[in-house]
């Protein structure tokens, strides 16, 4: 049986309601009053808050860097001096208070030397 359908995550978004695979999700970031769900084709915007998206997206590699910020773990490609950098040349801020928790998980992802 096919796996493909057990990581789609339903969003109900400004743009309409839309069904969206984990791991197309490159990062999500709060802007102006809403949160903006990145993709490699497309933005998407969505007025839930950022602190359940992170809720909802835990278990799915999607982890919260900082405040307004929620990265997908398999799209950083290097962590240096608080920011992560993105497979799509995108540098997204680290928190201090979540600076180590995060290096580790990305060294221990085997994703950094």
Known sequence: MNNMNTNRVLFECVEGTVT???????????????????TRSQQYHIYESIDSLEMRLKENGLIRVHRSYIV???????INNYV??????????????????????????????
């Open 20 to 38: 969206i695979r984990s791991p197309e999700i490159i990062y999500i970031e709060a802007y102006d009053h809403k949160n903006v769900i990145h």
């Open 72 to 78: 997908n773990i398999d799209h950083v490609q290097k």
């Open 84 to 113: 992560l950098t993105l497979d799509c040349n995108t540098e997204i801020p680290v928190s201090k208070a979540k600076y180590k928790h995060i290096k580790e998980l990305v060294l221990h992802g085997g994703k950094l030397i």
